[in-house]
């Protein structure tokens, strides 16, 4: 790479559509969790102010369900002191410092995650624009990689700081670079290992790696006088190893407790997540989920060795679970499972800090199953998120499915809530178990545009159980946490409809696919005609009541903008959240 093949994706033309981009969700988003009121001047009009006033942007939008702000692009104007100004992101994170609650700390970071946002939306805006009607048809990889938004709710969604525009280059999801994963040898009196049911350590590698790779990496240690028996094999993210475990871990590598072995041979394409990679090489092999010490969306995205000691068996208990139910069974849910996790413990960095620290998630890792091998004839996958993409001409992902499928909207939303709503309500309502069931968590199968099923996944680190009371092995006891009771129905409420629901509605009314009414009609079908197939859970049905008029608003930028490194305790997930008023549910009623 030259000097200036670094920044040749930053040029004005792309940049003014960038902070446009931007500021259309700044606006969206900031008003639906209501940081800021905009002001009705006629029609579709509206207007806000800055902090001092001595700002206003004006914009049309239309106001949707669950308060959702659809906002033109195309429709805004800055003015300050009177006077027609160009729109920059940044500027606006100052005029409106007040508004948005951001602390004098804060602040210059979050204007740093901003800047990421701008520039990785630069480079997609250089990408070929690939019409959706295409990239339904595109396999798996090209889809995942195809997304240009990232997460819906956040504005500032693709901080990923810590890298440098040539490790954006190198391992961003939408630069679909080929990455080749470092392997570490971790000497067993700091690393472990532990894998699902009928996984042995050894074969487990082998088949991963293959013979070759596993006795070239052998002869490393033997070369150092060292027995491969004494270690255990780590995946390492090249970013991770460049930037932390060379200087951050050198007494580590010093004294051999760590031992580079060099690169793997298999090629893979990191995922919407960053740190989860897939295997191009052999797409039926496990995907591989690093430690990347790299601060994005509100949390540093490390992996902790101590969680990673329980995720097999915890997947293996929700994959148990899923089979011996007949109403999971019936949707066709599956789980992609955590198979097996290696972690290692750096003692000196553990005696210095808590459990929360991001010193203690820098070297850990997983494996988790491939989807491609479940496939039947004629099936295809394309991540959830994939459905909220709209491309250059304004056209979504969803649409252009449902047009594939030559069903009607109605029909091809029923069996996409079969696939995917239908396991969230029956797992709250009989297990109280949730899912962060957001569009990167879940796998959609496809057949001819139409949802088969749905693959849920990122489940130890993700899935909670709500019931104080609830009998689970010890190995499976990390996952249940105290949730009050008038905030348990948010898992639904607010991870679903009004983070993933409301867009997906949105998008669809905009297009003219279907009506909103039709589409929230239609989930309230949905529920109704789960509620009505298990009669037994009635009493749960009314403690919890879907149908309720208003729920309580929580609001994920809030989070963000109040503290950028750590949003929420993992271990508390209700306690932080941001409750602002109540929102009106679209369901209620119908």
């Known amino acids: 790479m030259t000097l200036s093949d670094a920044v040749a994706h930053l040029s004005p033309h ?28 006629d029609g579709d009009r509206y207007l806000v102010r800055s902090d001092d006033g001595s700002a206003t942007y004006t914009f049309t ?15 805004i104007t800055r003015h300050r002191d009177g006077t027609e100004a160009p729109l920059a992101a940044l500027d606006f994170f100052i005029e409106f410092k007040g508004a948005l609650g951001l602390s004098d700390d804060i602040l210059p970071v979050y204007l740093e995650e901003i800047s990421s946002t701008l520039s990785g939306t630069c480079y997609k805006l250089t990408k070929p624009q690939v019409p959706v009607a295409e990239l339904v048809t595109s396999g798996f990889q090209a889809i995942e990689t195809g997304m240009t938004e990232g997460h819906p709710c956040f504005v500032a969604n693709n901080g990923r700081l810590g890298f440098g525009v040539h490790e954006y280059l190198s391992y961003a999801p939408e630069t679909a670079s080929p990455v080749r994963l470092i392997w570490l040898a971790a000497h067993r009196s700091r690393a472990a290992f532990t894998a699902g049911v009928g996984i042995e350590y050894e074969a487990f590698l082998r088949d991963e790696l293959g013979e070759e790779t596993v006795d070239r990496f052998h002869a490393v240690l033997r070369e150092q006088d060292l027995d491969p ?21 050198a007494a580590e590598v010093a004294q051999q407790h760590l031992v580079l072995l060099g690169e793997g041979d298999d090629e893979y394409l990191a995922q919407q997540s960053i740190r989860t990679f897939f295997n191009t090489s052999h797409p039926g092999k496990h995907y591989v989920k690093t430690a ?39 949707t066709g849910l599956t789980i992609i499972r955590e198979r097996a996790a290696v972690g290692y413990r750096h003692l000196e960095y553990e005696a210095a800090t808590d459990r929360y620290s991001p010193y203690r998630k820098m070297l850990a890792a997983l494996w988790r199953e491939s989807p491609v091998p479940s496939l039947q004839d004629g099936e295809s996958l394309a991540t959830m998120a994939s459905l909220l993409h709209v491309d250059h001409e304004g056209h979504s992902f969803a649409a252009a499915l449902i047009e594939r499928s030559g069903l009607t909207p109605v029909e091809w939303l029923s069996r996409y809530l079969r696939a995917y709503f239908v396991p969230l309500l029956h797992s709250f309502y009989a297990y109280d178990l949730v899912y962060m069931p957001h569009g990167e968590n879940v796998i959609l199968v496809l057949k001819d545009g139409a949802v088969q099923r749905a693959v849920y996944k990122d489940i130890a680190e993700e899935i909670a159980v709500m019931d104080p009371d609830a009998v689970l092995p010890p190995e499976v006891a990390r996952i249940r946490v105290e949730v009050p009771d008038d905030q ?18 949105a998008n669809l009314a905009d297009e003219g696919v279907m009506e909103e009414d039709d589409f929230w009609c239609t989930v309230a079908a949905s529920v109704r005609e789960y509620q009505e197939a298990t009669p037994e859970l009635a009493d749960k049905f009314e403690q919890y009541d879907m149908f309720a008029p208003e729920f309580a608003l929580s609001c994920l ?3 963000q903008l109040r503290n950028n490194k750590q949003m929420v305790d993992l271990a ?5 959240l941001q409750l602002v008023g109540d929102l009106k549910n679209p ?3 119908r």
């Open 61 to 75: 939008a239309v106001l949707r369900a669950l308060d959702h702000w659809q906002v033109d692009a195309d429709s």
């Open 229 to 249: 028996a004494d270690y255990l094999f780590i995946p390492v993210h090249p970013w991770q190893w460049w930037n932390k475990l060379t200087v951050t871990f």
């Open 488 to 505: 348990k129905l948010l898992s639904i409420f607010t991870d679903v409809f009004d983070c993933f629901f409301r867009f997906l509605a």
């Open 587 to 589: 369901i209620a009623g």
């Open 292 to 330: 990347l010490s790299v601060l994005n969306m509100g949390f540093m995205r490390g992996l902790s060795a101590a969680y990673m000691e329980a995720t097999p068996a915890i997947n293996d208990w929700l994959a148990q679970l899923i089979d011996n139910d007949p109403v999971l069974k019936s």
């Open 557 to 559: 930028n809030r989070l």
């Open 572 to 576: 508390d997930p209700s306690g932080a």
């Open 14 to 41: 792309r940049w003014a559509r960038a902070n446009r981009l931007l500021l259309r969700k700044a606006l969206a988003e900031f008003s639906h969790e209501r940081l800021i009121t905009p002001e009705h001047l």
